[in-house]
């Protein structure tokens, strides 16, 4: 049975988009779940109930520097092409700042994936609200985000004589 490739949309359920080992070209148009979101992450899985319920972790794509927009706005084009011989290749990028050549690419082989039998999961980054920070960290946000404005503020002036 051919398994289904697919994303993890963002209220966590499967959205089918090719068949595995079929000769397919398929693009969708992404969007942002909150305001001004500056970066979007792209999560690749396989399935064969077209589910996350089996899903198998194949990898993602990164979009970042979005043009800010208010939420379902900003426009992020996601074209996935597979093969018969079980290659998957997928390519994003923002339509808005897409004059920039910014694109994002993954290239996978199913059957490699097939042949590596380790499982990879993808790691969970929320802190608890109970731990705090590494000491410093604040620090050096706060004098990185100060140096930033000064010299956005220098630049912007520039811009607007």
Do not use: C, W
Not at 37 to 61: E, H, P, T, W
Not at 69 to 78: F, H, I, Q, R, T
Not at 129 to 139: A, I, K, Q, R, W
């Amino acid at each position: 049975m051919a398994s289904t490739i697919g994303i993890k949309v963002a209220n966590g359920e499967f959205y089918p988009i090719v068949e595995e080992n079929s000769q397919a070209k398929k693009q969708l148009i992404l969007t942002t779940v909150r305001d001004k979101q500056r970066s979007v992450q792209i999560d690749l899985y396989r399935s064969y109930i077209r589910s996350m319920a089996d899903a198998f972790y194949i990898g993602s794509l990164v979009v970042e520097k979005i043009k800010p927009k208010p939420k379902g706005e900003a426009s992020v084009e996601l074209v996935i092409t597979s093969t018969e011989d079980g290659q998957i290749t997928a390519d994003a990028m923002d339509m808005d700042t897409s004059a920039l050549g910014e694109h994002h690419t993954l290239h996978v082989s199913l059957t490699s994936l097939e042949e590596d039998d380790r499982q990879y999961e993808i790691p969970d980054f929320e802190l608890e609200e109970t731990e705090l920070p590494p000491s410093g960290l604040y620090g050096k946000a706060e004098v990185a985000k100060n140096n930033k404005k000064s010299k956005k503020k220098t630049h912007q002036n520039f811009l607007e004589l």
